[in-house]
């Protein structure tokens, strides 16, 4: 899955039970020449190919810095981390610390840790993610306000 690099404008929708992240995928024009570039824009009326993925028990999101530029500052820079492409961390800390977080409780159970995974999108303007048990990715021609509004639908389902 490559999404557009220079304009993906991701969205993350979610409540207490269901995470979505929406951004736009890479379009591969066939008569590109490398003269010129396309612009994008969130409300563009035509389709554009978007890529809807939902996160399975979700229990931790975080979406922001860094961007692109200064995304060799992240604590994971040089321990395979890469832009422009989804990753899952093993052995993250991040599941480490809400784990030891959440021990605290008298219903912990430390096997319901084993399935969860920290998954990383370095975006161009930001930087996503969440510690779930796995996504699931849907792809398709729609408009942002479209898809929106569906992943609101089931939110409130």
Same mark, same amino acid.
């Given at each position: 899955m490559q999404w557009d690099t220079g304009a993906p404008f991701p969205y993350l929708l979610q409540n207490d039970y269901r995470t979505f992240l929406v951004f736009f995928l890479r379009d591969v024009d066939p008569e590109w020449d490398g003269t010129y570039v396309n612009i994008r824009?969130?409300?563009? $009326?035509? $389709? !554009?190919? #978007?890529?809807v993925v939902e996160f399975k028990r979700c229990i931790c999101t975080r979406m922001g810095t860094p961007n692109?530029?200064?995304f060799h500052g992240h604590p994971l820079n040089g321990k395979g981390l890469r832009r422009y492409s989804p990753l899952r961390v093993k052995n993250s #800390? =991040?599941?480490?610390? #809400?784990?030891? %977080?959440? +021990? %605290? *409780?008298?219903? &912990? /159970? $430390?096997? +319901? =840790? /084993? +399935? #969860?995974? *920290? &998954? %990383?999108? !370095?975006f161009h303007d930001c930087t996503f993610e969440c510690v779930a048990e796995s996504f699931l990715v849907e792809? !398709?021609? @729609? @408009? %942002?306000?479209?898809?929106?509004a569906e992943i609101c639908g089931k939110l409130v389902q």
């Open positions: 824009h969130a409300d563009d $009326p035509s $389709p !554009g190919n #978007l890529a692109d530029e200064v #800390l =991040w599941v480490k610390e #809400l784990e030891a %977080i959440n +021990s %605290i *409780h008298e219903g &912990y /159970r $430390p096997e +319901s =840790w /084993r +399935s #969860l995974n *920290h &998954y %990383i999108f !370095g792809v !398709g021609a @729609t @408009t %942002i306000p479209e898809v929106l």
